[in-house]
């Protein structure tokens, strides 16, 4: 067997926690799919729980676009070692429940012990944090968690790129945290496409 055949795909771990922005995490199973990049999935039961609300998306319906996907209890799962090579973890959405754990380095569950992986690991590990306002220990939290070396990254909306339906917002939020792991996925991007539409309006 050569070294090509035994090649490894690229692996990225999906969390999906209990805040609001369930679809963000479906997006990215989405395109993750599109990229022919190997998914690794694990949502809390309350990220399920807001699947349903959100989307009206049942369990099955969301299982059936990762490649793997575990129980949020098994934490003998292989996303829970550092030997299982991964590019690292996306957490979209991210709760404060989940963040505060990760900061603390105390985990309960597989998701944050997952990440907490990747912290330990010196992999990426994006947080796609969905709560507003933030009082002073969200930030503390926050802070202690970029001091670790994960990536703060709100779903925040470019209103440049001028969307026209949620599913614009979300895509641009979707493309713009799997470019922090190289992966070139099409967004409307300032500077590109954009200034032909200025040149036109000044004209």
Not at 54 to 76: C, F, N, P, Q, T
Request: with cysteine.
């Amino acid at each position: 067997m050569t070294a090509a055949s035994t090649k490894q795909k690229p692996r990225i771990i999906i969390g999906i926690s209990g805040a609001s922005g369930a679809a963000y995490g479906v997006r990215l199973l989405h395109a993750l799919r599109e990229l022919n990049i190997e998914s690794h999935l694990v949502a809390s039961k309350a990220g399920e729980m807001t699947l349903g609300y959100e989307l009206k998306m049942k369990r099955a319906e969301l299982v059936a676009l990762a490649d793997h996907v575990y129980s949020i209890g098994d934490i003998a799962a292989p996303i829970a070692s550092g030997s299982f090579r991964t590019l690292g973890m996306i957490v979209a959405p991210c709760s404060v429940h989940s963040f505060s754990q990760i900061a603390t380095g105390v985990t309960e569950n597989l998701l944050t012990r997952a990440a907490d992986v990747c912290l330990k690991e010196r992999r990426k590990l994006v947080l796609m944090v969905r709560e507003t306002p933030l009082h002073v220990g969200h930030l503390r939290s926050l802070t202690q968690l970029a001091e670790m070396g994960a990536i703060i990254a709100p779903p925040l909306p470019a209103f440049y790129a001028d969307p026209k339906t949620i599913d614009d917002i979300v895509d641009y939020s979707v493309g713009r945290v799997l470019d922090l792991f190289d992966l070139d996925w099409p967004i409307k991007r300032w500077g590109e496409g954009l200034a032909k539409s200025r040149r036109k309006a000044k004209s």
